[in-house]
């Protein structure tokens, strides 16, 4: 590794900006050292972070962060405020156009905690800790006594708030970390990921992926299983696993080329889209669609969690945006329907009309606005329990397969399980041209 530049910055916080050079990629470090006074930002520190956005940017190189940080420089008072304002303005242009990768040391408190909030990708070391309001503001205006750990600790951020991406052992791990995620991305928009070395031939047959789905509707199995059986060489870097885990995303590779997975995990609430699952997967909708990365989705969900919280927290409001996540990506897609996929959640889950470039199902794959056990509730309901029973046979066999839906061109093909690598791999390799033609406007306006 060889820096090609180093700026020092004498005041609260030492910082530097590097650029960084390995045998196959470079990017742009700063470096906010927490053993100088805590790593109490002042405006000149600020401005050293600003500096290496606006340099990342203009070279167009990975952004990559390492905070530790108590916060703004209380003795520089309203300067340091400005300068944190200025950092967060270059951090936020480089939204979309490199990469941006925070790995979080120490302490990051207050405005740095928020500039954590701006980045693609977020690693945390296991002793580190993040949050905008301290335990002492906590314990003033609630009269909560709680610890930095209880409050923002590594593992509070990997489960609770889906902040950390991925949460390592201490530092060395997390820069490591950090050269393996950047291997899955381009240096900026314009590119491309680079290919990785693979010897895993394309046509490789994947009946352990079929054999994995139950006998019964109902039934779980892990579907990061099945990702693992499409991967290359069977591996899966999975990015917020602790957080809605009835959602899995994560980067893979098939024929060496960088690949996004959204997939229903039906050993987690049976699957089902909650608030916390919409925000995960239209994040990393957004974030393949940004970066040119080629997206497969894996369905196997009964529908949205019903309940009044989630409807009075915002259900409609963040489903949609999963549905806008994918209704504006423009790089290639592959939907692949494993087994339920029912209603309003069949639609978001990247369904044909929504956009998607090639939709395949598996001959258990069940499409409908709903489930018989549901139909016959709301179709039957002042039926006799046989009538019921006879009504909901009769609707499984008629309509909980995937070939009404072929028939209607909403499936393109129904395939076997063991076929699915070759086919997704194939469909891929023809979509590597795939280019769509942007409409002119200021920005969208992404539901929030």
């Known amino acids: ?201 394309p046509e490789r047959l994947t009946p352990e992926a079929g054999a994995l789905i139950p006998d019964t509707s109902t039934g779980s199995y892990d579907v990061k299983e099945v990702i693992q059986a499409i991967a290359d060489d069977g591996y899966l870097l999975e990015l917020r696993a602790r957080w809605a885990a009835n959602v899995v995303t994560g980067l893979i590779t098939i024929s060496g080329q960088s690949v996004g997975v959204v997939a229903n995990q039906p050993m987690n609430l049976a699957g089902t889209l909650d608030i916390p699952a919409s925000q995960k997967a239209a994040r990393f909708v957004s974030f393949c669609d940004a970066f040119n990365i080629p997206i497969l989705t894996l369905v196997d969900t009964p529908g949205f969690y019903p309940g009044k919280d989630l409807e009075w927290r915002g259900m409609i409001r963040h489903g949609a945006q999963l549905v806008f996540a994918y209704g504006r990506a423009t790089v290639p897609r592959v939907c692949v329907i494993l087994r339920k996929s029912y209603g309003g959640a069949y639609i978001v889950m990247d369904s044909k009309k929504m956009g998607n470039d090639l939709c395949l199902a598996w001959p258990t794959a069940e499409l409908a606005v709903m489930g018989a056990g549901q139909a016959a509730a709301i179709l039957q309901r002042h039926a006799s329990p046989q009538e019921r029973e006879a009504y909901e046979q009769d609707y499984a066999e008629r309509l909980l397969n995937p070939y009404v839906a072929a028939e209607r061109g909403y499936v393109d093909s129904v395939i076997d399980p063991a076929d699915t690598r070759r086919e997704i791999a194939a469909a891929f390799s023809m979509l590597c041209d795939k280019r769509e033609k942007l409409q002119a406007r200021k920005h969208d306006n992404t539901p929030l």
């Not at 405006?43 to 990559?64: N, Q, W, Y």
């Not at 990768?101 to 207050?110: N, Y």
């Not at 593992?155 to 530092?171: F, P």
Request: net charge negative; proline share 3%; aromatic share 4%.
């Open 1 to 201: 590794m060889t820096v090609h530049l180093q700026r020092a910055v004498k005041g609260a916080a030492a910082a530097e900006v590097r650029w960084l050079e390995t045998i196959s990629r470079r990017a742009v470090w700063v470096d906010v050292d927490e053993t100088v006074r805590r790593g109490a930002l002042s405006a000149e520190a600020s401005g050293v972070i600003a500096h290496a956005a606006e340099t990342a940017r203009e070279k167009g190189l990975p952004l990559v962060m390492t905070i530790g940080s108590s916060g703004a420089d209380i003795v520089e008072g309203v300067a340091a405020l400005h300068g944190w304002g200025q950092a967060a303005k270059a951090i936020a242009k480089c939204s979309g156009y490199v990469p941006i990768i925070t790995v979080v040391t120490g302490p990051a408190v207050s405005g740095p905690a928020l500039l954590i909030g701006l980045s693609d990708i977020v690693i945390m070391t296991s002793d580190a800790y993040a949050f905008v309001s301290g335990p002492t503001m906590v314990a003033e205006f609630t009269g909560i006594q709680i610890t930095n750990h209880e409050l923002g600790g590594a593992d509070i951020h990997a489960k609770q708030s889906g902040v950390a991406h991925l949460v390592v052992a201490d530092r060395d791990s997390a820069l490591s970390e950090v050269e393996h995620v950047l291997s899955f991305l381009p240096d900026n928009v314009d590119e491309l990921a680079p290919t990785a070395q693979t010897s895993d031939s």
